[in-house]
């Protein structure tokens, strides 16, 4: 299966800095986004601090097959062993960046959103905390494998503002889960078989309060090369104003489909020579 | 800057950003925040500002202020805090730095009893992590067999579920043309899904073979090879 990826994350044009952070690991299949936040660059700080922790820990836990009790905190029994190796990595940044928020002055209050795509050979798993988000594009479609811990999306879930409501709502940019706010945490973990030609979307709100799904997925279905896609979604969010850091990361795969075809020849003539 | 949003029937009225230090409430024209229904007195209630502190007091009104569901007269409000007051739901929303600040002030007078707080919030995660397993938010998925190979239920515990010949599935099927993983039904953020894993043995759900994925629905049939079960959701608060 080959992966092809690319990334980029952009300061935007009403931001002094970029407190966004990416990291795109083709070697472990691990790709990762953050948006920190926070006074004085503390946030940049912060989405730093995670995607380190997460990256380390993660690859760290792969190389010594790790059993689950090695794990930070408690497993998690409705995901897998990589699954585990994910989520309580994230437990961990949190908790790392949670006690610096508290020692340092100069940390205080800092946080992080933070998504996460771990690819595997039959399967996909993606983590989230916050308001930043991982789509599956998937055929003609592009569908979210990430929850949204933000005020808005939790009251569209319960049905108590409607989808025009909440584009326009005061409350939009409060997030109801991020890393650092508080000493534990848990994140939405979502594992998921993967198909030939599957590509997924990594960012942070800065590119999604600008641009909607649709044309998102327009801009992804027009391009083929991941570098070109990411500079595209970059520039138009930029074009309409570039009101936050904007970030994005688009990973696509492509299987080679003559290992299928050829188990399948094999199986048919092993049949016929049972006949 | 912290803010008061005055919503009723779940729709956004207006809001309030707080630009003096006392804001109040009531069915005057005087007030800051008029709210015209019967219910409200004239002087309902008054939020003070005093530093980085906002205190809610409730002004001997006639049916009461409340906030997040208790009866109050005097209250500090904290960010996200929902008062009632009528028919009328204000949402006191503050500024990221005053959030950060207020946690300051909270973590002050928690630090004395840290370790023997720390100690409880790990109990308390425990007892969390055990229900968390089979009372997890949203529907639990659950297959039943339906072509009387007396089966019975098998709940849809994990965000992924390897459906096939290999030991390590989470339902195992038989039969000579079974492959190791025939299908998954993966959890996703709003319904489970099944795919086919495109090998020889098809996947049909409602008679219809599918090719990729396919998003489920209650009282869907799923068949691969010659076995044959029916999906559905329940709320996971009443599964064993």
Sequence with gaps: MKITAAGLSDVGLKRESNEDYLTIDNSTGLYIVADGMGGHQAGEVASRVAVQIIQKNVNNWITKNSPMVDLFDFPDMTLSQRGNYISSSIKLANRVIYEMSQEYTEYKGMGTTIVILAIMPSTIIAANVGDSRIYLIRGDTMEPLSKEHSMVAEQLEMGLISEEEAKISPLRHILTRNLGSTDIVDADVFEIEHINNDRFLLCTDGLTDLISDDEILSIIKNGNDPDYICQQLVSEANKRGGYDNITVSLICLNEQNDEKQGIIRRLGTFLKNKK | ?240
Excluded: C
């Design chain 2, 1 to 240: 800057m912290a803010r008061v949003i005055l919503v009723f029937n779940k729709k956004v009225i207006k809001e309030y950003p707080f630009a003096k230090d006392s804001m109040t409430i009531g069915r005057d024209e005087v007030n800051d925040i008029v709210i015209d229904n019967l219910a409200v007195s004239g002087h309902h209630a008054r939020i003070d500002k005093t530093g980085d502190t906002y205190i809610l007091t409730d002004l001997q009104s006639t049916n009461g202020t409340f906030v997040n569901d208790k009866k109050i007269t005097s209250h500090k409000l904290l960010h996200k805090d929902k008062v009632i007051i009528g028919k009328h739901l204000l949402f006191f929303a503050m500024s990221k730095q005053e959030q950060a600040k207020a946690k300051d002030g909270e973590l002050d007078k928690t630090m004395i009893l840290d370790t023997a707080r720390q100690k409880e919030l790990l109990e308390k995660q425990a007892e969390k992590k055990a229900m968390a397993v089979s009372a997890q938010k949203g529907k639990l998925g659950i297959i039943t067999f339906i072509d009387g190979s007396g089966e019975g239920e098998i709940q849809l515990t994990k965000k992924l579920t390897k459906i096939g010949k290999a030991e390590t599935s989470e339902i195992r099927l038989g039969g000579l043309f079974m492959p190791p993983t025939a299908a998954t039904i993966s959890r996703r953020p709003n319904d489970y899904a099944i795919s086919s894993t495109g090998g020889r043995t098809k996947v049909k759900v409602n008679d219809q073979v599918i090719k990729e994925s396919h998003y489920l629905k209650d009282f869907d049939t799923i068949e691969i090879g010659s076995y044959k079960f029916q999906f559905y959701s329940q709320d996971s608060k009443d599964e064993k």
